[in-house]
């Protein structure tokens, strides 16, 4: 499989039952965000799960490792990221559990009609469009920026998606933590179950991992927080 990457990709050791991932260097890569994202999602026995803004595939080949999920369908509008997802896919004999979809988030209940998922994650971008944007259309501003959808889209899409009382779970930054919890209450994705990463015990956090369910009761949880260093 070494032999199919192109010029400047590579090919990273995922440390997870022999796991390995393409990744361009020279495009965006993936992070500890994706990896705190993978240990937070609870998927079932037999649940199928959709991914939304896939990038190379990471949360979904990490969750055909950890979990127990049927299928995991990645979603990204990127076609060069999604082929590198379909390479990545084939390279660890995932075919039969893993499919990526090249596609815009905007027109993801389009996409799937008539596909209902047990669960939808998404690594958004964290910060609001032109808020420090250099490039709209490089890569790198894609993932980082609202560039190509934004909250509302991802949680809109994610409610038409969902099974009743199926399960939503996302990472993000904490400046933004009330816009979310306003806007997941108005999609009817209940906020359940909240946990913040802190880079070291007395700093401020700078991840926030959220849970929501689809037509819930509303009640949250906040679990222990995660430090990342000692």
Same mark, same amino acid.
């Given at each position: 499989?070494?032999?199919?990457?192109?010029?400047?990709?590579?090919?990273?050791?995922?440390?997870?039952?022999?796991?390995?991932?393409?990744?361009?260097?020279?495009?965006?890569?993936?992070?500890?965000?994706?990896?705190?994202?993978?240990?937070?999602?609870?998927?079932?026995?037999?649940?199928?799960?959709?991914?939304?803004?896939?990038?190379?595939?990471?949360?979904?080949?990490?969750?055909?490792?950890?979990?127990?999920?049927?299928?995991?369908?990645?979603?990204?509008?990127?076609?060069?990221?999604?082929?590198?997802?379909? !390479?990545?896919? #084939?390279?660890?004999?995932?075919? /039969?559990?893993? %499919? &990526?979809?090249?596609?815009? *988030?905007?027109?993801?209940?389009?996409?799937?009609?008539?596909?209902?998922?047990?669960?939808?994650?998404?690594?958004?971008?964290?910060?609001?469009?032109?808020?420090?944007?250099?490039?709209?259309?490089?890569?790198?501003?894609?993932?980082?920026?609202?560039?190509?959808?934004?909250?509302?889209?991802?949680?809109?899409?994610?409610?038409?998606?969902?099974?009743?009382?199926?399960?939503?779970?996302?990472?993000?930054?904490?400046? !933004?933590?009330? #816009?979310?919890?306003?806007?997941? /209450?108005?999609? %009817? &994705?209940?906020?359940?179950? *909240?946990?913040?990463?802190?880079?070291?015990?007395?700093?401020?956090?700078?991840?926030?991992?959220?849970?929501?369910?689809?037509?819930?009761?509303?009640?949250?949880?906040?679990?222990?927080?995660?430090?990342?260093?000692?």
């Amino acid at each position: 499989m070494t032999n199919n990457l192109l010029p400047v990709e590579r090919l990273d050791d995922l440390q997870l039952n022999g796991l390995e991932l393409i990744q361009n260097p020279e495009r965006f890569c993936f992070g500890v965000d994706a990896v705190l994202l993978s240990d937070f999602v609870k998927v079932k026995e037999d649940e199928t799960v959709l991914d939304m803004g896939t990038g190379t595939g990471i949360i979904p080949i990490l969750l055909s490792a950890k979990t127990k999920g049927k299928c995991f369908t990645g979603l990204e509008i990127q076609e060069e990221s999604a082929q590198m997802a379909r !390479r990545s896919v #084939e390279h660890n004999h995932l075919e /039969n559990k893993i %499919k &990526i979809v090249t596609g815009d *988030i905007k027109e993801a209940a389009q996409i799937f009609k008539p596909a209902f998922f047990d669960v939808i994650t998404v690594n958004p971008p964290y910060m609001v469009y032109q808020h420090g944007l250099q490039n709209p259309r490089d890569a790198i501003a894609i993932a980082r920026h609202e560039v190509l959808c934004t909250l509302d889209d991802i949680l809109r899409e994610s409610m038409k998606l969902m099974q009743d009382k199926g399960r939503f779970y996302m990472i993000h930054r904490p400046f !933004r933590l009330t #816009e979310i919890m306003v806007k997941m /209450n108005q999609y %009817k &994705i209940e906020p359940k179950r *909240i946990q913040f990463v802190h880079p070291y015990i007395h700093k401020e956090p700078t991840m926030v991992l959220i849970e929501g369910v689809r037509g819930a009761k509303s009640r949250v949880r906040i679990e222990p927080p995660i430090v990342m260093y000692q």
